[in-house]
């Protein structure tokens, strides 16, 4: 695959802009030649991992398009900032690819108090932002107009999680969750899910995402002697926390919410790995009927992307903003994109996604999988 679309945080990452056409001449973003799209995301440390892999996947259908010539003649370039996940940071990384970088619109980017402090910038811009990576569901509400979220919300993934255990004859359930705006949100939601069978958590932890309170996280989750614990924690994060609390005495069963990487934590929790499940917001990436699935692990294959839910999601999430911005045609504006999106239903790789109603997410898919040894997935 040729040289990556997924351009790390530097002002080289800036070429200059071509001739414009008059029509085009004062839309940011838009050359004769190219399409500019911004990405703001915590890129360093436990928590950037993951969202390295979403965008490698997303990657993947840009050059893909690119490859064939791209839209309209124009390739893509995805310029992505660090934001290390602070909210004054995201606020100066959207402004400063809006100024400097002149981007068109915005993709995948990531998290909940960094989205909802960019809120007032999106709508005054005018730039949608689609396809954006564990945000809270108050903070897309936030972004309102201006976002289009592919992935279920996690209020749906919490009663999913929820209506499973209890099916099964878990009750005393625990959740574990990011010490941060959108994963205190996503406990929320996990408590109102219980509340609404007449449960509640048997314990509701916050763990710190620099990992410096795993341990503490794991006896907590122990001493609750919950059946079940739901975790939203992303990384490398839920793999020490259930191993701590094993360590600490706790037979818990582990459920990830879908921000949980499976091959990550099977390679820290090895054989009692087996025991994890996860609920996923996109298809089986290993699905040999559908073909969206397999042109993607082809793609990821000779990329040396790895393949799995992480980078599937981030591929389905830009095919989605590729699929937009071909509908909105040659005459390319933030506001012909806008009305495309609002008027947008397809199905994309064995999933429907729908922007024609009141909400701004697409999708309400939800699988649950579990989760081997070996870090592969099973339906």
Request: net charge positive.
């Amino acid at each position: 695959m040729h040289r990556r679309n997924f351009i790390a945080a530097s002002a080289a990452a800036v070429a200059g802009f071509g001739p414009l056409s008059s029509a085009l001449a004062a839309e940011n973003g838009v050359t004769d030649s190219e399409i500019v799209l911004g990405h703001t995301g915590i890129l360093s440390g436990p928590l950037g991992v993951p969202v390295k892999v979403v965008m490698a996947g997303a990657g993947l259908a840009f050059d893909a398009v690119n490859a064939q010539g791209g839209l309209s003649g124009r390739k893509i370039r995805l310029v992505s900032l660090d934001d290390e996940l602070k909210p004054e940071k995201a606020v100066a990384n959207y402004e400063k690819l809006l100024a400097e970088h002149r981007v068109f619109a915005f993709f995948g980017c990531v998290g909940s108090a960094t989205t909802a402090a960019g809120a007032k910038v999106l709508n005054q811009s005018g730039a949608p932002t689609v396809g954006g990576y564990a945000v809270s569901d108050s903070a897309r509400e936030k972004v309102g107009g201006a976002g289009y979220f592919v992935r279920a919300t996690f209020a749906r993934e919490a009663q999913a999680l929820v209506q499973h255990l209890t099916t099964i004859g878990v009750s005393r359930i625990a959740v574990a969750y990011l010490d941060n705006p959108g994963g205190a949100e996503v406990a929320k939601l996990v408590g109102e899910a219980l509340t609404a069978l007449k449960l509640k958590p048997e314990a509701a932890v916050a763990v710190k995402g620099d990992g410096t309170t795993n341990e503490a996280s794991g006896k907590a989750l122990a001493d609750s002697k919950a059946q079940a614990v739901i975790m939203y924690l992303g990384g490398g994060i839920g793999g020490e926390v259930m191993k701590a609390a094993w360590a600490a005495g706790g037979r818990q069963m582990f459920y990830g919410m879908s921000i949980v990487p499976g091959d990550v934590t099977a390679k820290l929790v090895g054989d009692k790995t087996s025991g994890l499940a996860i609920s996923q917001i996109v298809p089986y990436p290993w699905s040999e009927v559908d073909a969206g699935a397999k042109e993607y692990r082809q793609l990821a294959e000779r990329a040396k992307v790895d393949i799995g839910y992480l980078s599937y999601e981030g591929y389905v999430n830009a095919m989605v903003m590729i699929e937009a911005l071909r509908r909105t045609g040659r005459d390319l504006t933030r506001a012909k994109l806008h009305a495309t999106l609002k008027a947008m239903k397809l199905r994309m790789s064995n999933m429907e996604i729908d922007f024609t109603g009141a909400s701004n997410t697409g999708s309400r898919f939800i699988e649950m999988v579990r989760v081997t040894k070996e870090g592969k997935f099973l339906r």
